[in-house]
């Protein structure tokens, strides 16, 4: 007799308020039998798990350890909800046990379904007013698994192709050298009156909101790990605390006429 699996759903949580999950990552983690995730996350969610429930919680650079528990539940015939901070597909979860999967031959065999969340940067963005109206990247300055200097290919790269620049895990207790040089690489292209924002903990209670320039971007402020750094485009501007970017609508319509 064949194995029956249980079905794993990877879930995006969003940025780490319950309020933020959608319907389909509430019910996905409601009727789990099975939780799985960074300690953190699950703390997070606490309110909305079962008392029947079996949680279990792993610390940071657990992310295979979760991944092959996830797996293993599911050979025991468990549905299981292995959960991942924002989305599951950026910076998450849902990549690694894919390719764990695909490895073991798994793929089509164990019931598989990704449920997209909120990314952070949304989050950022929105608590800013409208930074990412136009095209934009996102590029994490942790070394841990990217080599330094394929980031500052990249950061070389979005600057001079005028992209906004959304910047995650600028800055850890351990990690402090790459921001500056970070900072460095993009004034080569970029001009030092660049609007630039940082928001750490963005749509959580202790949200918090730096709103500057790029020659002034420095670690004295709320840069962390748990911060999104926006460096904004040519056409991104300040006006009322809200940092703008132009989508273009100005070139086409009288936007003060309201035509």
Request: with cysteine; aromatic share 6%; hydrophobic share 40%.
């Amino acid at each position: 007799m064949g194995i029956s699996f249980g079905k794993i759903t990877v879930v995006g949580t969003g940025p780490g308020d319950i309020r933020d999950l959608t319907p389909r990552a509430l019910e996905a983690i409601k009727s789990a039998a099975v939780v799985i995730g960074y300690k953190t996350y699950l703390r997070e969610i606490e309110g909305i798990l079962a008392e029947g429930q079996e949680k279990l919680p792993f610390g940071m650079k657990d992310e295979i350890r979760r991944c092959e528990t996830a797996i293993e539940k599911s050979m025991e015939g468990k549905t299981v909800a292995l959960v991942s901070g924002g989305d599951a597909g950026i910076y998450g979860m849902s990549g690694l046990l894919l390719e764990i999967m695909g490895s073991r031959s798994l793929l089509g065999k164990i019931p598989l379904e990704i449920v997209p969340g909120m990314p952070a940067f949304c989050s950022a963005a929105a608590a800013l007013g409208a930074p990412i109206m136009n095209d934009f990247c996102v590029i994490s300055l942790s070394n841990l698994l990217t080599p330094w200097d394929e980031i500052e290919k990249r950061l070389r790269a979005a600057s001079s192709a005028d992209f906004v620049i959304i910047l995650y895990n600028p800055s850890s207790r351990r990690r402090r050298r790459e921001f500056v040089l970070a900072k460095n690489i993009l004034l080569e292209k970029i001009e030092g009156e660049r609007p630039v924002a940082v928001v750490k903990a963005a749509s959580r209670p202790d949200e918090a909101v730096e709103i500057t320039i790029l020659e002034k971007m420095d670690l004295s402020g709320i840069v962390s790990m748990n911060s999104a750094v926006i460096i904004g485009n040519s056409s991104t501007y300040v006006k009322d605390l809200y940092m703008i970017t132009r989508r273009g609508y100005g070139n086409k319509y009288n936007l003060e006429a309201g035509e």
